[in-house]
């Protein structure tokens, strides 16, 4: 997992500002994400990127 170089200003899924974002490779076995209710993000956006792979949009409570 790392933080991609060409991220966008804001979340291609719902358009609103991000907190971070998460690269995840197609050569990933898989990944855990937790659907707890926590202090920090509010939401996880998914988005497909090409040659395989998704990035994670992590929005916080003041931006969703
Ligand atoms: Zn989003």
Redesign the pocket.
Known sequence: MHTPSDAPEA?P????A?FSVSRHGADEEGLLINLRENERFA?V?VDAIEGGGVDF?H?DHKQ?
Do not use: E, L, N, P
């Not at 899924?13 to 609103?16: A, D, L, R």
């Open positions: 979340c899924v719902c358009g609103v991000y939401r956006c949009y929005h969703v």
